[in-house]
C-alpha cells in the first residue's frame, strides 16, 4: 500500500533520479553525435524558461519534464551512425542499470529504494524511447527513427528528445 512514508521517496525519486536517468539518456545521444563528429552540441534539461547553464547543459525551470539534445551536422552522416545516435540514449540507460545492478548485486553498494528506482526509471525511458511510435505532436521516438533511417524513410534528424539541425538552420525553440 502506499503509505505518507512513501510520499518522501516518491518526491525524490521523481525531482532528482527521474533527471539523471534522463540525462544520462540525453547524454547518450550527445556521446555518439560526438563521435561521429556533430557541432554545436547541447543537452537541454526540462522544459520552461532557461533557469542557467553550465557547459553545454541547459536547465530549464521544470527540469524534471523530459529534455532534448541539440547538434549540428555530422562528419559522418550514414544510416549506420543515425541510428547510433537515436539508440545511443537507450543503451546508455542499460548500461547504467547494468552497472548499478552488478554493483548491487557485489555488494559494492548496499540495496536501496533509491537503487530500485535508479533501475525503474531507467528502464522506464529506455522502454518507450525504444517503442516503435509517434509521439502526439507527430515526432517519432528514438526505436521509430531508427527504424525509418534503416528503411530511408526518415526526413529530417528529429525524434521527441534529439534535435539535429542542418549547418544553415537558426536556433529554435523545442
Not at 59 to 79: A, S
Request: charged content about 20%; aromatic content about 18%; hydrophobic content about 45%.
Amino acid at each position: 500500500m502506499f503509505g505518507l512514508s512513501d510520499i518522501t521517496k516518491f518526491l525524490f525519486s521523481f525531482f532528482l533520479i527521474l533527471p539523471v536517468v534522463t540525462l544520462i539518456h540525453l547524454g547518450g545521444h550527445l556521446f555518439f553525435v560526438t563521435l561521429f563528429g556533430g557541432t554545436e552540441k547541447k543537452i537541454k534539461i526540462g522544459c520552461g524558461e532557461k533557469v542557467f547553464s553550465f557547459c553545454n547543459i541547459e536547465v530549464r525551470k521544470y527540469y524534471f519534464w523530459n529534455g532534448h539534445c541539440e547538434f549540428k551536422g555530422l562528419k559522418y552522416d550514414n544510416k549506420f551512425t543515425n541510428s547510433l545516435i537515436y539508440l545511443g540514449g537507450a543503451l546508455f540507460n542499460l548500461i547504467s542499470m547494468l552497472l548499478i545492478y552488478s554493483l548491487v548485486y557485489q555488494g559494492i553498494l548496499e540495496k536501496s529504494v533509491l537503487w530500485y528506482q535508479f533501475i525503474y526509471f531507467s528502464f522506464y525511458i529506455m522502454f518507450f524511447s525504444l517503442f516503435p511510435m509517434y509521439f502526439s505532436d507527430g515526432s517519432p521516438s528514438d526505436g521509430k527513427a531508427a527504424e525509418l533511417t534503416l528503411k530511408n524513410q526518415l526526413d529530417d534528424k528529429v525524434t521527441d528528445d534529439v534535435v539535429g539541425k542542418k549547418e544553415d538552420e537558426d536556433d529554435r525553440c523545442c
